[in-house]
């Protein structure tokens, strides 16, 4: 009789309550991949680090991974085996290879990728100079037993210097991000869209509020306000200058942010965290509906 009255209970939620549960994890893995810059280059991510990377993945058991920093393809095949390894099996992948020739935008993904629209090539002016947007956009739709989910990947500029000064280049990189966006809900205002990545900003500089988009608009993004166990919410640790910020969001539009399940939404926390990488993940759990 138990069992019967919980099967009614659960017939009468509204569908997005008792839909398909999907667990989205966005996580900067920290150069997985040898640095070839002038005084900047190493061999690569070592043993323990990207040993680390997958025991945190094990932990969180993501059926998608949106993934920084992502290598060449030789690296990525290598980060994908180590993943099996532990059980984590992932038949769909997208890696987007655009003008930074080390770090590279990735997905992961337990459900079918059954659209493709990722950027490589945009060209924006800054300074005084035409540059190509450095990791790209990565753009892919996946289909889940019943609606399919847009996502986006993003990693701006870094605060390094740059001569065309950082902050613009992270700017007219959000904004060739925000343009994207409204095209695509220009042509199907009710994609459910979800936005990940490494913004190297906090949300109250301009190149989040360029991606956020105007209040209240139909097409506008909301971050999803994550934190840990302990009520923490920084995502990265800036060795340099000893800082830990949010610098790393999951963004959603209208038609997504009903089907987050925010109770089992947070930021991860591990001991291996420092290890892994100077970041940590974000974790959405999505209830998306039959």
């Known amino acids: 009789m138990v069992t019967r009255a919980l099967l009614f209970l659960c017939l009468l939620l509204p569908a997005w309550l008792r839909g398909e549960e999907v667990v989205f994890a966005a996580y900067n893995v920290q150069n997985f991949a040898p640095l070839i810059e002038p005084g900047?280059?190493?061999?690569?991510?070592?043993?323990?680090?990207?040993?680390?990377?997958?025991?945190?993945?094990?932990?969180?058991?993501?059926?998608?991974?949106?993934?920084?920093?992502?290598?060449?393809?030789v690296q990525f095949a290598e980060f994908r085996r180590r993943l099996a390894e532990k059980g984590l099996h992932y038949p769909h992948w997208e890696l987007v290879q655009a003008a930074d020739p080390a770090r590279r935008l990735a997905l992961v993904s337990r459900l079918p990728i059954i659209a493709r629209g990722s950027l490589s090539e945009e060209v924006f002016e800054a300074g005084g100079a035409r540059l190509k947007i450095s990791r790209g956009v990565l753009d892919v739709t996946v289909q889940g037993q019943g609606r399919a989910v847009r996502i986006l990947g993003v990693h701006l500029k870094s605060k390094?210097?740059?001569?065309?000064?950082?902050?613009?280049?992270?700017?007219?990189?959000?904004?060739?991000?925000?343009?994207?966006?409204?095209?695509?809900?220009?042509?199907?205002?009710?994609?459910?869209?979800?936005?990940?990545?490494?913004?190297?900003?906090?949300?109250?500089?301009?190149?989040?509020?360029?991606?956020?988009?105007?209040?209240?608009?139909?097409?506008?993004?909301?971050?999803?306000?994550?934190?840990?166990?302990?009520?923490?919410?920084?995502?990265?640790?800036?060795?340099?200058?000893?800082?830990?910020?949010?610098?790393?969001?999951?963004?959603?539009?209208?038609?997504?942010?009903?089907?987050?399940?925010?109770?089992?939404s947070y930021l991860f926390r591990s001991p291996q965290w420092r290890e892994a990488s100077d970041h940590r993940p974000l974790v959405a759990t999505l209830l998306i509906p039959e």
Not at 41 to 63: C, H, M, Q, T
Not at 215 to 244: C, F, I, K, M, Q
Request: charged share 30%; aromatic share 6%; net charge negative.
């Open 160 to 264: 390094l210097p740059s001569r065309e000064g950082e902050a613009l280049v992270r700017r007219q990189e959000a904004h060739l991000v925000r343009r994207h966006v409204e095209a695509i809900l220009a042509a199907e205002p009710q994609t459910p869209l979800l936005l990940f990545g490494d913004f190297n900003d906090t949300k109250d500089h301009a190149a989040l509020q360029e991606i956020s988009g105007r209040r209240g608009a139909p097409d506008a993004l909301t971050p999803l306000a994550l934190e840990d166990a302990h009520g923490d919410r920084w995502t990265h640790h800036w060795s340099v200058n000893d800082t830990y910020s949010r610098i790393d969001f999951l963004f959603v539009n209208r038609t997504l942010s009903p089907w987050v399940d925010r109770a089992r």
């Open 40 to 73: 900047r280059a190493r061999p690569g991510k070592s043993e323990a680090s990207a040993n680390a990377v997958v025991e945190v993945l094990k932990e969180i058991r993501p059926d998608i991974i949106g993934l920084c920093e992502m290598g060449s393809e």
